[in-house]
């Protein structure tokens, strides 16, 4: 069995040189790991299924391939090359344009990267299916979006699904409930890549068919392959799709922005990057840099390490990727079908369930950029909402936000336009403990900061203002009882029993 399948579109090596790549190539990793997907690819009955599995080997063995090549020549991104975006290359959103053609949304289709399980909150299923407001999923949030967008200026904007081998019969199950909706609703699979053990450099699977944890989804720059090999990307241009708006599933703040689709009918730009202003919160996001003259995505895992603290600083780079793109899908299939695209390779470590050391080769969705004419556009903070943690939840499920639509609206009646800072302890990390915790989430509608740490309970009805720290110590437990209103309050519990309250107009104490 061979990896080179006649037609089938493998990612191009551009990176390295004919010489590095001929020497990687002939490698004894390189040809240990072709024999080996050889194999696996072999080992598969159905026809149809091999061919499918074999164009996803070919693409982890390019990828696989370019990783052994930047190993061995060791380069780093060059420091001094690296500057600020200039002024052209990120436009400031208010400088979008005004006047709003309807009609251009029947260019546009609407992708949700949707591969996630949310792991790191305690589910075992698609994220996408928790309910995070008023008993509503993300899911059903981005299709009431959708669907009112449609039925407001009678326009037919489909919605894509970008799932995972780990969610994608989960989402099968969940979309059906939408039938009867004003949208229509697409589902593709993105590649499944095999991970590789750390001593020895092969894939951790023996067979096609092996355990979920051997294999990974290789992040979100596999979109652009995955677009075209399953059909997806062709079907959009022969429905007269112009434009994709592909954006995080669990980012609430990333609802379609007409302005954003008339600049970039306008501007004629291929692709554009919304970013927005680095607070101390998001240090670590990547961000748009001019590199050597060319705009470029950083991710941190690029950057040299005595060089990180650096790339932290607000002062020299002041946004950061939200992960909301707009591509035009013309450019996408010029550039996939002619030099295709050479996204960097974030490598990252991983442990199996049995306790292998492992890495993942992945890559990332913005990198694109460099392969286009694009530029950056500087949205406001609101279209940058994800759920990442149960912290960010109680902020969307309370009176902070209201619902439009789908859409999440700041409460009027907040004096500043800015949101609550929201730290929870260990405690409340899985959605079980966090649900426990809360009988019913608090008013926070004039809070500006909420620090919870240690075995703490909510009761109902309960109002936070100001700033709230509530702190119980090892081994001690704190309840807040039904009613109570804390304003500019530091509870410590120092008494290894449940805390009484008094609770007046004014707060507890």
Request: aromatic share 8%.
């Amino acid at each position: 069995m061979s990896l080179e399948v006649p037609g089938a579109r493998a990612p191009r090596v551009r990176v390295a040189s004919a010489i590095d790549f001929k020497s990687a190539t002939s490698g004894v990793h390189t040809k240990t790991m072709r024999n080996e997907l050889n194999k696996l690819v072999g080992a598969v009955q159905d026809p149809k299924t091999q061919k499918a599995f074999d164009i996803e080997m070919q693409g982890f063995f390019y990828l696989f391939t370019r990783y052994l090549v930047e190993k061995s020549r060791n380069e780093i991104l060059k420091w001094d090359l690296i500057k600020s975006p200039a002024a052209d290359q990120i436009v400031p959103y208010d400088k979008l344009p005004t006047q709003i053609n309807n009609k251009h949304l029947d260019k546009l289709a609407v992708l949700k990267v949707n591969g996630g399980l949310g792991t790191s909150m305690g589910m075992t299923g698609a994220k996408s299916a928790l309910e995070v407001k008023d008993d509503m999923t993300f899911l059903d949030l981005t299709v009431r979006q959708i669907e009112h967008l449609n039925t407001a200026h009678k326009v037919d904007v489909p919605l894509i699904l970008m799932t995972s081998f780990n969610t994608h019969e989960d989402t099968l199950r969940i979309i059906k409930k939408y039938a009867n909706q004003q949208l229509r609703i697409t589902t593709f699979n993105q590649s499944r890549y095999p991970r590789i053990l750390k001593e020895g450099l092969l894939p951790a699977p023996k067979t096609a068919a092996d355990d979920k944890d051997k294999w990974y989804p290789p992040g979100h720059g596999d979109l652009y392959n995955a677009l075209l090999h399953s059909g997806v990307l062709d079907q959009l241009i022969a429905e007269g799709k112009e434009y994709l708006f592909v954006s995080n599933s669990d980012n609430l703040g990333a609802v379609v922005d007409q302005a954003i689709l008339e600049h970039m009918i306008q501007s004629e730009a291929e692709f554009i990057m919304e970013v927005t202003d680095k607070t101390k919160a998001d240090v670590k996001g990547g961000t748009l840099i001019d590199y050597d003259g060319q705009i470029r995505l950083l991710e941190i895992a690029q950057v040299p390490s005595d060089h990180v603290e650096d790339f932290k600083s607000i002062r020299k780079f002041k946004i950061f990727n939200t992960n909301n793109l707009w591509i035009n899908l013309k450019a996408l299939k010029r550039v996939m079908e002619n030099e295709g695209m050479d996204l960097e390779i974030i490598i990252n470590p991983k442990a199996t369930s049995d306790g292998q050391a492992v890495i993942q080769l992945e890559t990332a969705a913005g990198a694109a950029i460099k392969h286009f004419k694009g530029h950056g556009v500087n949205v406001p903070r609101s279209r940058f909402l994800p759920v990442k943690s149960c912290s960010d939840l109680l902020l969307i499920k309370s009176d902070i936000y209201s619902l439009e639509h789908g859409h999440l609206v700041l409460n009027p009646s907040r004096v500043f336009d800015t949101i609550p800072v929201i730290k929870l302890s260990d405690h409340f990390k899985k959605i079980a403990q966090f649900q426990k915790r809360f009988k019913k989430i608090p008013h926070i509608a004039e809070l500006d900061h909420l620090t919870v740490s240690g075995d703490v309970y909510f009761g109902r009805n309960i109002t936070l203002r100001g700033t709230v720290i509530v702190v119980a110590n090892e081994g001690q437990r704190i309840d807040i009882p039904d009613g109570c209103i804390l304003e500019n309050r530091l509870l410590s519990g120092n008494l290894n029993m449940t805390v009484s309250f008094s609770c007046l107009p004014y707060g507890c104490f």
